[in-house]
């Protein structure tokens, strides 16, 4: 075993408590403010100057060791999300309909042990900066953090961030380079028709029948205007209209969610569903109103960054447990905006398969995230800032 390793789970056990007391005491999107005063706290004890309230409820470590001019950024999330929780754990949320469903608290108490470590003994010159990101549950709290001057304040020469994943092994790695997680994009869709009785469809223009029919047709958004070797996702997930069998309402709305891993794809879907809506609904007579509201960017990790992150798993846990270039994701992530600014790399970590109690998918009220990982992550987080910081 890596002596590293080795060094992170013997010191592994009071941030497996921070992570469940975490865990227990959840916080949805920039309330995070009992979780981000225990990180401050524990940063400050260990020598980080810290600076809270960047983003609302975010906060930066810096720690300068050295006379090396480069600068690091490690980041972690820490909201939780609005869901009851099934697990039944000892640590389970105190609070009604809110629980740690992604993992947050575990990312967060990985990194709080990487800093204790590296404060204590970490082997580098250079700027280490921690970012404790609020609100990535689609709050956005990476762009409320920079437009708060999170690189202005804490210039970074990279960036990097890790999530956990459900249904790859513990003890696993997996890197990407290009395009990795889509962007997201959301729209409401409200179309006017003329209400009147059921029984007299003539005398009516039916909302109903055009949101059907807007439904069907947008299938051939991804079928037929992408290029069939880039991805693209539309989910119509909400179709709302009407209370009773025999009354044609006069309005129906659509709740829809767009996703994509190219820019240019991004701007084509936009394009193509708002042609589409407002064409099928003008073909049954009725208006349609199309609320577009843009929401993460996709998620692209640089090469050279890239290339790095995957020799530190490399090192840390050998050839046969890490994914050098990982599939791409249809999932989210609000890392992007950092990584428009910043070139650096979002890596996963496997948080279990198979049977194991990991693989429960996250969002899921029976998800909790794999405390073998606080080692292992703390352990990676800090032979990245070792080699990435390494002393003359």
Not at 339 to 358: C, M, Q, T
Request: hydrophobic share 45%; net charge negative; aromatic share 6%.
């Amino acid at each position: 075993m890596n002596p590293l390793l080795e060094d992170l789970r013997r010191e592994a056990a009071p941030f497996v408590d921070i992570r469940r007391d975490i865990h227990r005491h959840p916080e949805l999107a920039f309330g995070e403010h009992r979780t981000a005063a225990l990180v401050a706290e524990k940063l400050r004890a260990w020598g980080y100057e810290v600076e809270t309230g960047l983003g609302g409820t975010g906060l930066v470590g810096r720690l300068v060791r050295g006379g090396g001019r480069r600068r690091l950024g490690l980041r972690a999330d820490m909201d939780a999300l609005p869901i009851e929780e099934a697990t039944g754990l000892p640590y389970a949320s105190c609070h009604h309909g809110v629980m740690h469903a992604c993992g947050h608290d575990g990312h967060t108490a990985m990194l709080l042990a990487a800093a204790h470590h590296l404060a204590a003994r970490g082997r580098f010159s250079g700027t280490l900066h921690l970012i404790f990101q609020p609100a990535e549950e689609g709050g956005g709290g990476a762009v409320r953090m920079i437009d708060d001057g999170l690189f202005d304040k804490y210039p970074c020469d990279a960036v990097f961030a890790m999530h956990n994943m459900p249904g790859l092994a513990q003890g696993r790695f997996a890197l990407r380079d290009g395009p990795t997680m889509a962007s997201s994009d959301y729209a409401t869709v409200t179309v006017a028709g003329i209400g009147g009785h059921g029984a007299i469809p003539h005398r009516a223009a039916d909302p109903v029948v055009a949101a059907a029919s807007i439904v069907m047709a947008l299938q051939t958004v991804v079928s037929r205007n992408v290029d069939p070797l880039h991805t693209a996702v539309v989910t119509v997930g909400a179709l709302h209209a009407g209370q009773a069998n025999n009354v044609i309402p006069a309005a129906a709305t659509l709740e829809i969610s767009v996703r994509a891993l190219d820019r240019e794809v991004r701007a084509l879907l936009e394009q193509r569903i708002k042609a589409i809506v407002a064409a099928q609904a003008e073909s049954f007579g009725c208006s349609a109103q199309v609320d577009w509201r843009k929401g993460y960017a996709v998620l692209v990790n640089t090469p050279e960054e890239t290339d790095f992150a995957r020799q530190v798993a490399l090192d840390l846990v050998g050839a046969e447990r890490v994914t050098l270039q990982a599939p791409p994701l249809t999932g989210s992530e609000d890392f992007a905006f950092m990584l428009e600014k910043v070139p650096g790399s979002y890596l996963l970590i496997g948080n279990g398969d198979g049977d194991s109690a990991g693989a429960c998918m996250v969002h899921n009220p029976g998800y909790d995230f794999n405390d073998d990982n606080v080692a292992l992550g703390a352990a990676y987080w800090v032979l990245l800032a070792e080699r990435f910081l390494a002393a003359a």
